[in-house]
């Protein structure tokens, strides 16, 4: 839709030449809080770009500009959904459970996390497939695993591996470092906690909204180290080992929630829903400076400058 105003020109790609819209030009707008040529919008309800472009120039033909100004480059990620379709979006990426463990395992989308019933001290002799997730995602930092579908259910305190299927239908399990002895090689980790995925902690602030590093040092109130020896992988300093037990993460995990005093999470659905909400408040050019400014966007994108960016001051 915006790009249908760009100019075309042609690339030579050997013997072949490809017509493209030259995105390399570009029009930025750099004074949209000015009252006297802006007005601020709210975009109603199931609200498209044309229907708005209606409401105030009575014309569809100006929703290209709409999102000019707003710089909304991506309709389907950039515009304001309805909250019918921002409701099943949040099904679709929110849903699901927050599964949290020690150890740092090498997993990715598509692999399974399974109850261990039993082992030998470092690898699983035996498990429960009736109580598995697919993995949709793995957040190492915050050693949290984004489970979906699968069947049975899973408590905070068991034991769990992870696999991954082979091209010939059968699975693998992965093995990684142990958690709490460097060195040693296992196949399955604690299962600390788990919470619905989008109540999960997107970062943690204290009481004035500073936000904090997950694994700064606190005092665990008496609870029991993991290990005097467990370790971390600090994405500043990958081979310095710390001790994990003492970290606000742990705490957080290892207490099924429990935070300290002045300490508090923001979750994925509220961080998620204020990014949502901040897209529905737009800026809308007066319609008495619409015919100088089209005319004037149109002049710079029909120049000769290639891979310009214009600015529109007003």
Do not use: C
């Amino acid at each position: 839709m915006l790009f249908k105003n760009y100019p075309q020109i042609n690339y030579n790609f050997g013997n072949r030449s490809v017509t493209l819209v030259d995105i390399f030009k570009n029009i930025s707008f750099t004074n949209t809080d000015n009252n006297l040529a802006f007005d601020e919008y709210m975009i109603q309800d199931g609200e498209t770009a044309e229907d708005v472009s209606l409401k105030f120039y009575g014309t569809t033909s100006y929703a290209w500009l709409v999102l000019l100004v707003n710089n909304k480059i991506d309709i389907k990620k950039d515009w304001y959904i309805s909250t019918e379709e921002y409701a099943l979006y949040k099904e679709n990426t929110l849903g699901g459970v927050a599964m949290y463990v020690p150890a740092l395992p090498n997993i990715q989308q598509g692999d399974i996390i399974v109850k261990v019933l039993d082992n030998d001290g470092s690898f699983s002799t035996q498990i429960d497939n009736t109580v598995y997730r697919h993995i949709a995602s793995f957040d190492p930092y915050l050693r949290k695993i984004r489970g979906i579908s699968g069947a049975g259910e899973f408590v905070s305190g068991d034991l769990v591996l992870f696999a991954r299927k082979n091209n010939d239908g059968s699975v693998t399990p992965i093995q990684f470092a142990n958690q709490s002895q460097q060195g040693y090689i296992t196949d399955f980790t604690n299962l600390y906690f788990i919470e619905s995925y989008a109540d999960s902690p997107v970062y943690f602030i204290t009481g004035n909204d500073v936000i904090l590093n997950p694994y700064i040092d606190i005092v665990n109130g008496g609870t029991a180290a993991i290990s005097s020896n467990a370790t971390y992988v600090d994405s500043t300093s990958p081979e310095q080992p710390n001790n994990f037990a003492n970290t606000l993460l742990y705490n957080y995990t290892y207490n099924t929630g429990a935070l300290p005093t002045n300490v508090s999470k923001v979750n994925i659905a509220s961080e998620d829903y204020n990014k949502y909400i901040q897209k529905q408040k737009i800026k809308i050019l007066k319609r008495e400076l619409l015919t100088s400014v089209v005319s004037a966007i149109q002049t710079a994108l029909n120049g000769d400058n290639v891979g310009k960016i214009f600015k529109v001051e007003l």
